[in-house]
């Protein structure tokens, strides 16, 4: 029987390798949807939605900060594109022994910045400003596996090591 994982122990974000300060504790991950063609045609009985392999929407990435600070700033340049990774501890329970485990999850991305929410400012709490990227990387790896690849600007889409794309990239 698998390992049932049940809790992200903790985790910390960098930006090209160093720890950012203030991020809040919860990030929202990104959605990954596919471009999808609708086909309808003599013979069926309406239409059918099927995905274009490879090909995505934008995906967006809110990064949320507690109040503002130097690392918040730093990443305000609208010129470069940034490069974060999201390190965590997974916590699992193994049925086999009863034992809780620790698994590693490395999540990295880069994108584009497309916008700064400047948050509010109260006394005696946190402003929450944030930023926003539009994704053109994310790699997620487990147990130091990675396990999903979408790289939309080199054409790279793999799912547990398997490369989705060579098949059609063979035919071009």
């Known amino acids: 029987m698998p390992n049932l994982p049940n809790v992200i122990q903790n985790f910390n974000v960098y930006t090209d390798g160093n720890r950012l300060v203030g991020i809040t504790g919860e990030v929202s991950m990104p959605e990954i949807n596919a471009v999808v063609a609708e086909v309808n045609g003599a013979g069926m009985l ?3 939605s099927f ?13 949320p900060f507690t109040s503002f600070n130097r690392e918040f700033f730093d990443l305000t340049d609208f010129t470069s594109q940034k490069n974060l990774t999201l390190r965590g501890a997974l916590q699992e329970y193994n049925p086999a022994t009863g034992a809780l ?4 999850l490395r999540i990295v991305m880069r994108g584009n910045l497309t916008g700064i ?4 400012l109260k006394a005696g709490e946190g402003s929450a400003p944030s930023i926003t990227l ?14 999903f690849e979408l790289d939309k600007m080199n054409a790279v889409y793999k799912v547990n090591g398997r490369d989705i794309l060579a098949e059609y990239t063979r035919l071009c």
């Open 46 to 48: 309406g239409s059918v």
């Open 51 to 63: 995905p274009a392999i490879g090909h995505f929407e934008n995906m967006e990435q809110q990064i």
């Open 101 to 104: 485990e620790a698994k590693g």
């Open 117 to 120: 929410t400047s948050g509010t």
């Open 134 to 147: 539009a994704l053109t990387y994310l790699l997620i790896a487990y147990d130091d596996q990675e396990v």
